[in-house]
């Protein structure tokens, strides 16, 4: 399980970059979501994939004995994908704002120095 986790992590961080180095505004968004999937994927399978208890210690115990849960790569990664749906509403907004200006989403026209009104 874990290793085709590893070639789907390997997948999406080599077509985030493919669709990072295009030309199109859009493109580099998707791909920058595709970047971002690909790292949370990564950072959950380094916190391995165990099925076990949650980590909570009973009263009379000192430590947890049986396998448990690693809750800290579970809220790393929901903190993530909360950052990274707030960076994609800026970029739509973003992507429409330009559009509308420059009437393209070329990033080639875009970097151009003429002057648009």
Known sequence: MEFILAIIVGLLYASGIYLMMRRSFV?????????????????FLLGRIVKGQPPIIGGADQVIK????????????LTAIVIG????????????????VVKTDDLDKINSTDEFA
Request: no cysteine; glycine share 8%; hydrophobic share 55%.
């Open 27 to 43: 493109k580099l968004i998707v791909g920058l979501t595709m970047l971002g999937n690909g790292a949370n994927l990564l950072i």
């Open 85 to 100: 749906f707030g960076l994609q509403s800026f970029a739509i907004v973003l992507i429409r704002r330009v559009y509308k």
């Open 66 to 77: 049986e396998i448990y849960a690693d809750p800290v790569p579970q809220a790393l990664i």
